[in-house]
Nanobody
Framework: EVQLVESGGGLVQAGGSLRLSCAAS????????IGWFRQAPGKERERVSY????????WYADSVKGRFTISSDNAKNTVYLQMNKLKPEDAGVYYC???????????????????WGQGTQVTVSS
């Protein structure tokens, strides 16, 4: 059974940093795309970033570019999202998701991913 477990969320002041982790079990990151999405109350789930496990290729939403960094430790089957210079608008529940690249079109859309974590809450105070 594939499981993704996010951790590292919490309460931080604006300008602060958090590092989220996404630990996978039941699969080995081979040719996978691992994405981070977030959802604020009353808003749709939005894409934040993704990384390709095979070559480390990554993508970021414009809203987080230059502040967030995604990385992967394939030996630990874990993906990280380092979030710096956090803003109140970054708050929400952060989810990681994964699937094989062969099952995805672009890695941008939530419905491309079959496996999701339970989410971790990020709160940013102004």
């Amino acid at each position: 059974e594939v499981q993704l477990v996010e951790s590292g969320g919490g309460l931080v002041q604006a300008g602060g940093s958090l590092r989220l982790s996404c630990a996978a079990s039941g699969l080995t990151f081979d040719d996978h795309v691992i994405g981070w999405f977030r959802q604020a109350p009353g808003k749709e789930r939005e894409r934040v970033s993704y990384i390709s496990s095979s070559d480390g290729r990554s993508w970021y939403a414009d809203s987080v570019k230059g502040r967030f960094t995604i990385s992967s430790d394939n030996a630990k089957n874990t993906v990280y999202l380092q979030m710096n210079k956090l803003k109140p608008e970054d708050a929400g529940v952060y989810y990681c998701a994964t699937d094989l690249w062969s099952n995805c079109e672009s890695g941008f859309k939530a419905d491309e991913y079959d496996f999701w974590g339970q989410g971790t809450q990020v709160t940013v105070s102004s």
